[in-house]
């Protein structure tokens, strides 16, 4: 099969588009025929020795963590799917192997793909729906009639962010540039705010959750507009325990998981069109690299896609 393979660390030069072996599943995976694949920030970051050591990946291997794609063969122990079921997944960190044509996953990383959208927006999905699910729901339990401040409200994880916050019931305040602010209203924002014009914390007071994925300078000055016992969750940065103690808020940094009824929670949302999906760019596999170049700017709106196949009739 064709795939993307990382043998040296380094730039996104070292993502090298050859044959190498297709996986063959185990006994509690399915082999799934990729339509499409997710990019996101953390496949650059393991092309670094250090990066790739944090998430116990050892040379030579294949990046990616989103798929969308075809159920090709199942493991013994498969009770949930069947070849032809097409699905989405979220890949372990470890082991990835999402830029490629074929790729395995557990029954804890897939979950069926939406049926209202096509397969090169649903390999867009899993993580960073994942991750604005976890930080929102499961860690800051946000609620209905709560006002929470989404940073960085126009890239992948801020778009679900918003949206899942909106079908939440709760209020909305997000943040992005000029370019974006159209976009945070098409996605549901109450309150959007240009930072390149206005400081957040002049229009954001007494919010009950922060969403943090920007870090350094926009972090320190979130925890002065959480309400005391509210929650800030950050994606990028360690939280200052002094900070938090001072203004009597709670704080977690977040490590996502793979979570296939969380995933499946999320393509009933898509379906019943509470989540739009924004890709804003897609590649074919052998331009990697350029991929994950856009990504790294920190300007994408929504997600960035790699098309493997053609999408099935």
Do not use: C
């Amino acid at each position: 099969m064709k795939a993307i393979v990382v043998h040296n660390y380094g730039g996104p030069e070292v993502l090298k588009y050859e044959d190498t072996r297709r996986p063959e599943p185990k006994e509690d995976q399915i082999l799934v025929r990729a339509i499409a694949a997710g990019v996101n920030p953390v496949d650059a970051s393991i092309r670094s020795e250090r990066g790739a050591k944090f998430f116990g990946i050892t040379l030579p291997f294949i990046p990616g963590y989103d798929i969308a794609g075809v159920v090709e063969k199942t493991g013994a122990k498969i009770a949930k799917f069947k070849p032809g079921d097409s699905v989405y997944a979220y890949l372990s960190l470890k082991d990835g192997g999402g830029y490629a044509e074929y790729a395995v996953a557990t029954e804890v990383e897939a979950a069926p793909k939406p049926k209202s959208i096509r397969f090169v927006e649903a390999a867009g999905v899993p993580v960073v729906a994942l991750t604005a699910w976890q930080a929102l729901i499961d860690t800051a339990k946000l609620s209905v009639g709560q006002t929470v401040l989404i940073h960085g409200g126009s890239g992948g994880v801020g778009s679900f962010a918003i949206q899942i916050a909106k079908a939440r019931g709760a209020k909305v305040i997000a943040t992005a540039s000029t370019a974006n602010q159209d976009l945070l209203k098409q996605l549901g924002a109450d309150v959007a705010i240009d930072y390149t014009k206005q400081k957040f914390e002049d229009v954001a007071k007494d919010v009950d959750v922060v969403l943090d994925s920007v870090g350094k300078d926009t972090l320190a000055r979130s925890y002065g507009v959480v309400k005391k016992g509210g929650f800030i969750v950050t994606l990028v940065s360690r939280l200052d325990q002094a900070e938090l103690d001072k203004h009597g808020i709670r704080g977690a940094s977040l490590s996502v998981n793979p979570d296939s009824s969380e995933l499946a929670e999320i393509g009933k949302l898509i379906d019943a069109n509470k989540i739009k999906v924004i890709v804003s760019q897609t590649f074919p596999l052998s331009e990697a690299m350029k991929a994950q170049e856009q990504v790294a700017t920190g300007h994408t709106r929504g997600k960035i896609v790699l098309k493997v196949a053609d999408e099935p009739k």
